[in-house]
């Protein structure tokens, strides 16, 4: 009976606190959600169950080739190669005739062959513990908790500085945790210098550049080996936001971001106030040809790209970076162009038919030059014919001939 008295007036004294509590907790914000075992969590971020360990030993080759391994893994598509690169044409002697791409423009680069003023401007932008820590910055680490906390969410990250760049915006926490590790495992695989070199060379810089060759060559035209400091800061702002502010259109806003991107290196120890003083007051001239010259002998250039894409596929051809020697000599070339151009003009259509030359013994095509005025499209469009020329006749003459010197 005494345990029964007990059990009533405990009831009483409790009930109306529950209902008080109760109440309360209408305001509440909602339980965390349950944590989802990582194999979960893995399969439903990337293809497989365990991403970390399909890292597995360190591809062999280059480090652009242990890129491309890495993007082939964890990106697939139907475009190879995933890291897309410029082709170029040349002539006989090396001058260049056109660039070939479509998504945009690459010239992957040695982290030699990049100014180390660039290096360390992106470093003291991106991660300026990064020559020091484990593939993360912890400080960071720990001051984006703290904001998270506070947030009641993700709202910041550590960003580790050799993470794909089209991931690196990704705001899901379990999508961070599962970056970190992957950049902690990278960190094992690689030196410092080959991480810079894969980060550095798949960064956007914006107007259909990628990597620090092709954006120095369309802002400034010139190297990436040969920048100042003064366009080295101006181009490593640029990835944070590629397209604002445009140096081409805003240069005044991209002078502020450049300020500020200056005042890192010098809290961080890579210059001094006086470089610093000297790199922002220095002149800089853009490039006016920011889109890349237009083709050269473009009848030529087409007459090399029909074959080429044939064989190999127009995605690949302009995704490759190949290095494409042609036979045709520019200079005998220019002079033929014109008099073919001069000739089919004073002659009113009469003269529409083309001027081929090669080397007698090897067939080498040293020169194709068209009036422009007749082409005919039923035998190849690629190769004007005359109009009272048999196709059958002429157009395996032309077949034998050899455009090509060497393809790397």
């Known amino acids: 009976m005494r345990m029964t008295a007990i059990a009533r007036s405990v009831s009483r004294t409790l009930f109306p606190a529950c209902l008080v509590m109760l109440a309360a907790c209408e305001n509440m914000p909602p339980p965390p959600p349950v944590a989802r075992p990582v194999e979960e969590v893995m399969q439903y971020l990337t293809l497989f169950a365990d991403p970390v360990a399909m890292l597995g030993e360190r591809p062999p080759g280059s480090v652009k080739d242990a890129a491309e391994y890495y993007l082939q893994l964890f990106q697939p598509g139907i475009q190879l190669p995933r890291i897309f690169e410029t082709t170029r044409i040349y002539d006989r002697t090396g001058i260049l005739l056109a660039d070939i791409f479509n998504e945009g423009r690459r010239t992957g680069v040695p982290i030699d062959q990049i100014l180390p003023n660039l290096i360390d401007a992106t470093i003291a932008t991106e991660d300026s513990t990064f020559l020091v820590n484990g593939g993360i910055d912890p400080r960071r680490m720990v001051g984006a908790a703290i904001q998270n906390v506070e947030a009641r969410g993700v709202v910041s990250g550590a960003r580790a500085l050799f993470l794909l760049p089209n991931a690196r915006y990704d705001q899901s926490l379990e999508r961070k945790s599962l970056k970190v590790e992957l950049a902690r495992q990278l960190s094992l695989r690689f030196s410092k210098d080959e991480i810079l070199e894969m980060y550095l060379n798949l960064l956007n810089y914006g107007h259909l550049t ?199």
């Open 210 to 408: 990628h990597g620090p060759e092709a954006a120095a060559q369309a802002y400034f035209g010139k190297s990436a080996a040969d920048l100042s400091l003064a366009e080295a800061s101006l181009l490593a702002g640029i990835p944070q936001q590629p397209a604002n502010p445009d140096l081409f259109v805003n240069f005044e806003a991209a002078k502020e971001r450049q300020s500020i991107l200056l005042a890192l290196m010098v809290r961080h120890g890579f210059l001094s106030q006086e470089e610093v003083d000297a790199a922002y007051g220095e002149e800089v001239v853009l490039n006016p040809a920011a889109e890349g010259q237009g083709r050269i002998a473009p009848h030529f250039v087409n007459f090399v790209l029909d074959p080429l894409e044939s064989r190999l596929g127009e995605q690949y051809v302009r995704r490759a970076g190949l290095h494409v020697y042609t036979a045709i000599d520019l200079a005998l070339q220019d002079a033929a162009q014109a008099a073919v151009s001069k000739a089919g003009a004073s002659d009113a259509g009469q003269f529409d038919f083309p001027l081929y030359s090669a080397t007698p013994q090897t067939l080498y095509l040293t020169v194709q030059a068209d009036s422009g005025v007749a082409i005919s499209p039923a035998i190849s469009p690629a190769i004007p014919v005359p109009h009272n020329v048999d196709g059958a006749s002429f157009f395996p003459c032309v077949l034998s001939l050899r455009p090509f010197l060497a393809i790397t």
